[in-house]
């Protein structure tokens, strides 16, 4: 049983310690979204490395996209000293137990990893732990960048009004409506809708707040919708003052539709078969 366990532990070792040419990026076309050029991995990479902020846009429950995240954040590392990382899928009341874990050395990790982060059930561990056991082997802090779940019951029941110019025009609001129906699968009652609005930009907003606060280069793991240039996050860091919005990276599925209002480049993998989420809701 020792035997295996150290075992174990030296291929974990090895995991944490990997360089980008340990691990090649997903397949897929990478395009300049205003220029229209098309960029290899490596080209991408070295444009990233010179943002103070950017900000990579996923599906979720895709595994080319986490492949990719990790990919982005070991080749940044080669060129620059990464100075943080922040999460959509960390809270503030798990922060204390990411920096206890941060603090020890990788041999001296609780074995259940997730249990001691907290790690909430919604985000799929074998999907984001690759990226988190990574970051947490770094010298450079991993900072949540979500609201509590209590912060958000307490949105939801008394919206407040969100301060700034952009992020209170129409058409933010507009179109965050229209996904918020459509991720609901058109079940949402309209009486709720502008609770939803609120929690879904007190979210970008305090992501904002985080990722202007974070040691610089930040590099920020959200879900598409929050990474949008038009409409999410980059919105709210230009409303608290910063005259340029980080750099968007938007991981996107083919076939898809991506423009240059929404993030600054693309990086298109492989098509996967839909899930029908809205047949499992009505169910």
Request: charged share 20%.
């Amino acid at each position: 049983m020792r035997g295996i366990l150290i075992l174990a532990l030296l291929l974990l070792g090895a995991c944490q310690n990997m360089t980008p040419s340990a691990m090649d990026p997903p397949a897929g076309v990478i395009r300049d979204l205003h220029s229209g050029q098309r960029l290899s991995a490596q080209t991408l990479v070295e444009r990233l490395a010179a943002a103070p902020r950017v900000i990579v846009g996923e599906q979720h429950d895709n595994p080319d996209h986490h492949h990719a995240q990790l990919w982005l954040l070991q080749a940044l590392a080669q060129r620059r000293a990464q100075g943080s990382v922040l999460l959509e899928m960390l809270t503030p009341d798990q922060q204390k137990r990411v920096d206890e874990v941060h603090a020890l050395s990788v041999a001296r990790w609780p074995a259940d990893l997730p249990a001691a982060l907290a790690w909430q059930s919604g985000w799929d561990w074998n999907l984001y732990g690759p990226i988190v056991r990574y970051a947490l082997a770094q010298p450079y802090p991993l900072l949540a960048a979500n609201l509590d779940s209590a912060d958000v019951r307490r949105i939801y029941k008394q919206a407040p009004a969100v301060s700034g110019t952009r992020s209170n025009t129409a058409a933010v609001k507009n179109e965050l409506l229209a996904q918020i129906r459509e991720s609901h699968c058109g079940l949402l009652p309209e009486s709720r809708m502008s609770a939803m609005l609120a929690v879904q930009q007190q979210r970008d907003r305090q992501m904002a707040e985080r990722l202007l606060a974070a040691p610089a280069p930040a590099l920020l793991f959200a879900g598409a919708y929050h990474a949008r240039l038009d409409i999410g996050v980059p919105v709210h860091v230009q409303d608290l003052g910063d005259r340029s919005a980080p750099v968007v990276v938007m991981l996107a599925e083919k076939g898809a539709e991506v423009s240059s209002a929404s993030a600054d480049y693309v990086w298109y993998t492989a098509a996967r078969p839909a899930q029908d989420y809205c047949a499992q809701m009505r169910q």
